[in-house]
């Protein structure tokens, strides 16, 4: 009797252990599966900040870039400028699209920032429009706004740009420009 008593404990025992290996196998897995779906989560996350702030900084850079050039050549004439000033208020609207997209997706500071990116944007706009419409291009005034607005646009791009790579902790090697 004392053989088979013993015999029934050790299954029992073995009964035991193999359900408590299997509980802590189960436990240890899920943990790990929730660890690995909250990487890549944040990960995700990562990437989509990271292509609407490259978003909005292209669209800026597009828009800018059209404008520069109208802006240097209305001091030719001010016919030579309206090709790419048209360039420039036909990519407007990707520049408040891209915005959009920030507003949405990033943190309170980025959208900030990037209402502020396009704001001094639309000054330019606004500058590069004064600017056209001036009796004199050597006029001081518009030369000096026109100036400020370019400034502005390039203060905010930079802030913009310090911002995102501190929230996407992008380090200095790394570039968004």
Request: hydrophobic share 45%; net charge negative.
């Amino acid at each position: 009797m004392d053989q088979g008593l013993a015999a029934v404990f050790g299954a029992a025992v073995g009964v035991i252990g193999s359900a408590m290996t299997g509980v802590l196998t189960w436990a240890v897995t899920r943990t790990q599966l929730r660890t690995q779906l909250q990487a890549d989560l944040q990960r995700w996350k990562w990437e989509v900040r990271r292509e609407t702030y490259l978003g909005l900084l292209n669209a800026v850079r597009a828009a800018r870039g059209a404008l520069a050039a109208a802006l240097d050549e209305f001091e030719i004439s001010r016919e030579d400028g309206q090709p790419h000033m048209a360039e420039a208020w036909r990519l407007q609207p990707s520049v408040e699209v891209a915005r959009s997209a920030v507003l949405l997706e990033g943190p309170a500071e980025m959208a900030a920032l990037a209402t502020d990116l396009a704001e001094a944007l639309f000054g330019l706009f606004g500058s590069a429009y004064s600017w056209r419409q001036g009796s004199s291009f050597d006029d001081p005034d518009l030369t000096t706004a026109n100036r400020q607005a370019r400034d502005r646009l390039v203060s905010a791009e930079k802030a913009f740009i310090a911002a995102a790579q501190r929230h996407l902790d992008i380090g200095s090697s790394s570039r968004l420009l």
